[in-house]
Nanobody, 126 residues
C-alpha cells in the first residue's frame, strides 16, 4: 500500500485548506484510511477516519463541524476539507491506512495503522 499526501500550506486563522491523499495497493475493500496530525513535541493523533466497506466516518472532537473527510474512488484519492482553521490545527498532517477492519471506537488511534504517507505541513498563522 502506498499513500501520498499533498495540499498543505500556510493559511490565516479562519481560512480553509484541502488536503489530498492518493492511495494504491489495497487488495481488499476491508480497509480503513484517514488523516492524522503531529504537532512539535506531541504524539501523532487521529483527525478523521473513513472505513471503506461501511462508508462510515469518524472525527476527533476538536475538528467536528470544521473538517470533512471524503473520497473519490475513481481517482483513488482521499480528501480532508479543513474550514475555520485555528492556530492549534498547525501540524504535519499524515495519511494513514490499515488493510483490515477495526471498530470505529478505536479508529482514531495512530498505533492501529501500519501504512503511512509522507506528511504535509499545515501552518495556521496570521
Amino acid at each position: 500500500v502506498q499513500l501520498q499526501a499533498s495540499g498543505g500550506g500556510l493559511v490565516q486563522p479562519g481560512g480553509s485548506l484541502r488536503l489530498a491523499c492518493t492511495f494504491s495497493g489495497f487488495t481488499t475493500n476491508y480497509y480503513m484510511i484517514g488523516w492524522f496530525r503531529q504537532a512539535p513535541g506531541k504524539e501523532r493523533e487521529g483527525v478523521s477516519i473513513l472505513s471503506r466497506w461501511e462508508g462510515r466516518t469518524t472525527y476527533a472532537d476538536c475538528v467536528k463541524g470544521r473538517f470533512t473527510i471524503s473520497r473519490d474512488n475513481a481517482k483513488s484519492t482521499l480528501y480532508l476539507q479543513m474550514n475555520d482553521l485555528k492556530p492549534e490545527d498547525t501540524a504535519v498532517y499524515y495519511c494513514g491506512a490499515r488493510d483490515n477492519r477495526l471498530i470505529m471506537s478505536a479508529a482514531l488511534s495512530a498505533a492501529q495503522y501500519n501504512y503511512w504517507g509522507q506528511g504535509t505541513q499545515v501552518t495556521v498563522s496570521s
